[in-house]
């Protein structure tokens, strides 16, 4: 079996036979092992964050600070601040890295790998702080903060629409 995407080497390379697939995987490892040995205890942290690694199915939508997504105004004295605490005030999505979750789901802090399943959303996969919640954002849903564009009518949230993701937590606050 393949590692990575759970099929069958042998249907795809029916020539090699298992003693030379174990041996190019031992030579894969080891040569990985010898371009890391220079830093301390690294074996240690991938194996935990392999272990760790479950990938969740999740709905993505997007807001911004309008009206329109959050309710408030530029000079609403709460505006931009998310349900951590965080000001989203003048960040753009590249700045701030920020998602609303469901915080029984995932705990706010935590940092979360998102992975689009459809090319044209590839270009929002990262990592990201879980720092908002939303009333509308419950179980297995996430919403992307696109930036603050003040009190104008951007469509960016808006044209984002729906669409499904993975996400894996790389770190549960709760945990910490």
């Known amino acids: 079996m393949c590692v990575c995407c759970c099929f ?9 036979t298992e003693e030379k697939i174990q041996e190019i995987d031992r030579q894969e490892y080891l040569q990985s092992k010898q371009e890391m040995s220079s830093r301390v205890n690294v074996e240690k942290v991938v194996e935990q964050e392999i272990i760790k690694l479950e990938w969740i199915d999740v709905k993505v939508t997007a807001y911004d600070l309008s009206v329109r997504s959050c309710g408030k105004r530029k000079t609403h004295k709460e505006y931009g601040i998310s349900r951590s605490g965080f000001s989203l005030r003048g960040h753009t999505r590249e700045s701030a890295m920020s998602i609303a979750v469901d ?26 702080t879980a720092r908002d919640t939303g ?6 849903k996430i919403d992307i903060f696109m930036g603050d564009y ?15 993701a993975k996400i894996t937590i790389i770190k549960n606050e709760k945990e910490n």
Do not use: H, M, W
Not at 135 to 140: A, C, H
């Open 103 to 128: 915080s029984k789901i995932i705990p706010l802090g935590s940092i979360v790998k998102i992975e689009f399943y459809k090319s044209e959303y590839q270009k929002y996969n990262g990592n990201y």
């Open 8 to 16: 069958p080497v042998a249907a795809y390379a029916p020539s090699l």
């Open 135 to 140: 009333r509308l954002i419950k179980g297995n």
């Open 150 to 164: 003040g009190d104008s009518n951007c469509t960016v949230a808006l044209e984002f629409g729906i669409t499904e």
